[in-house]
């Protein structure tokens, strides 16, 4: 059984997240920096979703 796409897509706003916080720190952009701690946020919450969704369909 495939894993749920929640989970690939928060796995990947998470990575994105994490290279815009560094980004974000390296040039001092405190926007692109916080952008970033939003998206791995998102990233956490969508997988958490897709897990779920895969717990429920019995994986």
């Given at each position: ?48 979703v897709g897990s779920v ?5 019995g994986k």
């Amino acid at each position: 059984m495939a894993v749920d796409k929640d989970r690939v897509e928060g796995s990947a706003t998470n990575l994105g997240g994490k290279v815009k916080e560094g980004a974000g720190k390296l040039t001092g952009d405190e926007k692109l920096k916080n952008e970033g701690v939003a998206d791995q946020v998102k990233g956490k919450v969508q997988n958490v979703v897709g897990s779920v969704k895969d717990a429920l369909k019995g994986k």
